[in-house]
């Protein structure tokens, strides 16, 4: 059974950082794509980014409003993916979610249980 | 950057309606066209992808069908476990963008 479980949210300041991690299992993780999605209070779903696998290049997207402060790491040998977060804002408060991203589908398949950040002084 | 349209924002239905929530796309993205249900409190779940193909385990009550600009999400017979909010999520070049989400609501 696939699993993803996120962790390391929390309470920060404006300009301050965060990282976030995600424990993955029950799939090859050296293999997948994985995206993180965010979910502000009330409001609807954001892509924030993706990390394809080494093997694809191990490359990494952003969203605009998140590009040059946020980046997606991964660690296939610990089957984990983070998400550092730097230069913070009160918009970027909400729900992150891990999840699988298919390459053959461009589609989110597995979602974990989401993270809650929340910037605010 | 490509913009995703749901109509309608809300919409209120009785178990076994036939139900059809449509996703507009701003320019052509082809049939890369996801569709996820999302519950109060819990992580999206993905429905459909490639606009028709519907995601292992998920009930055959859900249908997807449209490419290039339209796109369209049907429920069959509406039971009590489909009430929930549904976005669309669009895939061109890079990124993926949502549409606002649709609310089903029990009439």
């Known amino acids: 059974e696939v699993q993803l479980v996120e962790s390391g949210g929390g309470l920060v300041k404006p300009g301050g950082s965060l990282r976030l991690s995600c424990a993955a299992s029950g799939f090859t993780f050296s293999d997948a794509w994985m995206s993180w999605v965010r979910q502000a209070p009330g409001k609807g779903l954001e892509w924030v980014g993706r990390i394809k696998s080494r093997v694809d290049g191990g490359t990494t997207d952003y969203a605009a409003p998140v590009k040059g402060r946020f980046t997606i790491s991964r660690t296939d040998s610990d089957d984990t993916l983070y998400l550092q977060m730097n230069s913070l804002k009160n918009e970027d408060t909400g729900v992150y979610y891990c999840?699988?991203?298919?390459?053959?589908?461009?589609?989110?398949?597995?979602w974990g249980q989401g993270t809650l950040v929340t910037v605010s002084s | 950057d490509i913009q995703m349209t749901q109509s309608p924002s809300t919409l209120s239905a009785s178990v076994g309606d036939r139900v059809t929530i449509t996703c507009r796309a701003s320019q052509s993205i082809s049939n890369w066209l996801a569709w996820y249900q999302q519950k109060p409190g819990k992580a999206p779940k993905l429905l459909i992808y490639?606009?028709?193909r519907v995601e292992s385990g998920v009930p055959s009550r859900f249908s997807g069908s449209g490419s290039g600009t339209e796109f369209t999400l049907t429920i069959s017979s509406l039971q009590p476990d489909d009430f929930a909010t549904y976005y669309c999520q669009q895939y061109n070049s890079y990124w993926y963008t949502f549409g606002q989400g649709t609310t089903l609501e029990i009439k």
């Open positions: 999840t699988t991203d298919h390459s053959d589908r461009y589609a989110l398949g597995n």
């Open positions: 490639k606009a028709s």
